[in-house]
């Protein structure tokens, strides 16, 4: 017990939990675009697939690792506008092209890779580059501090600068007023004069974009390669992080945060002598009580408020 309360309270192990964080705090801001909008993007595990590889691939062409970065969240946001054609345009299910998009990048990827490398493992045969991490002056010096939040790498930081960014987008700008109100009843959207469909199509947009970021992080940032399904359930652990959040950016980031805590203990209980499928499942085990207590707790509300509706009737 005294080895796990050393791991959590260490500077390494706070700094772990930032950067496991990364990708699932992007996903979950795409999520809460799109879902402000009225479409909830299932499709965030494929984008995230998909931006990794493209991410890989055009920086080992490139030989450069922000165009790498450009071209894996132009992947992620071409996959979104894919998504949101079929659904807005071909009146598809929202649900189902989601989950067409997941099963698509999950064996896209791979045959990608195949074609790219002869492999179907891993891209460790092609040369691709890294996203630096960054050491801010001043803080990095700091003590404790400056090992925490110095030293991250680029990403992580455009994670954080698009949390403040999705809230004052959400609550400050014209933008973000259309997409709440398309999003909270449309046909009232439209009677003022708002393109619904237009909105629904930025919203997707920027969902892919968040995703493609996240995705990137995986393969550019978090290691140096892209192997098969690394998005490893990060894009439904996403969506469960804005579900209980409540699609609000402050709750979803701190979810998101316990979710990235969970994966950080996960990784940093490998050292100990801890059965390897006890420490592999606590990530799960989380999201499933974290999404059963937010159920019971939105289920006891409504419950709340019905019986005071009754009361006063």
């Known amino acids: 017990m005294g080895n796990i309360w050393e791991i959590i309270f260490a500077t390494d192990f706070i700094f772990s939990v930032v950067r496991v964080t990364t990708p699932i705090l992007l996903a979950a801001l795409g999520a809460i675009v799109s879902d402000r909008a009225g479409v909830v993007n299932i499709g965030l595990e494929g984008i ?8 890989v691939v055009i920086s080992a062409q490139t030989q450069s690792a922000f165009i790498g970065l450009f071209a894996a969240v132009c992947a992620g946001i071409l996959i979104a506008l894919i998504l949101g054609y079929f659904v807005l345009e071909m009146k598809s299910n929202i649900i189902l092209g989601g989950i067409a998009v997941n099963l698509f990048a999950s064996g896209g990827s791979v045959f990608l890779l195949y074609v790219l490398t002869g492999e179907k493992g891993t891209s460790s045969s092609l040369a691709s580059k890294v996203v630096p991490n960054i050491n801010i002056p001043i803080i990095k010096d700091i003590p404790i501090i400056g090992e925490i939040i110095s030293g991250h790498n680029l990403i992580t930081y455009i994670a954080i600068l698009s949390v403040v960014a999705v809230y004052l987008m959400l609550n400050k700008t ?10 909270e009843n449309y046909h009232a959207a439209e009677s003022v004069g708002i393109n619904v469909k237009k909105v629904r199509y930025i919203a997707l947009g920027l969902s892919g974009m ?15 390669w892209f192997s098969r399904d690394m998005s490893a359930g990060r894009g439904w652990i996403a969506l469960a992080a804005e579900a209980m959040g409540g699609g609000n950016t402050i709750g979803t980031t701190i979810t998101a945060l316990i979710f990235g805590f969970a994966q950080a203990f996960a990784n940093s209980l490998q050292g100990l002598n801890i059965p390897s499928e006890l420490i592999t499942i606590i990530p799960n085990v989380v999201t499933v009580l974290g999404l059963c207590i937010f159920a019971i707790t939105k289920t006891t509300k409504v419950r709340k408020v019905k019986a005071n509706e009754k009361n006063n009737n």
């Not at 995230?48 to 991410?55: E, K, Q, R, Y």
């Not at 014209?174 to 999003?183: A, E, L, Q």
């Open 210 to 224: 968040f995703a493609g970021f996240g995705g990137a992080f995986l393969s550019m940032g978090y290691v140096s």
């Open 48 to 55: 995230m697939l998909m931006a990794a590889i493209t991410g």
């Open 174 to 183: 014209p933008m973000g007023t259309k997409i709440r109100s398309v999003g």
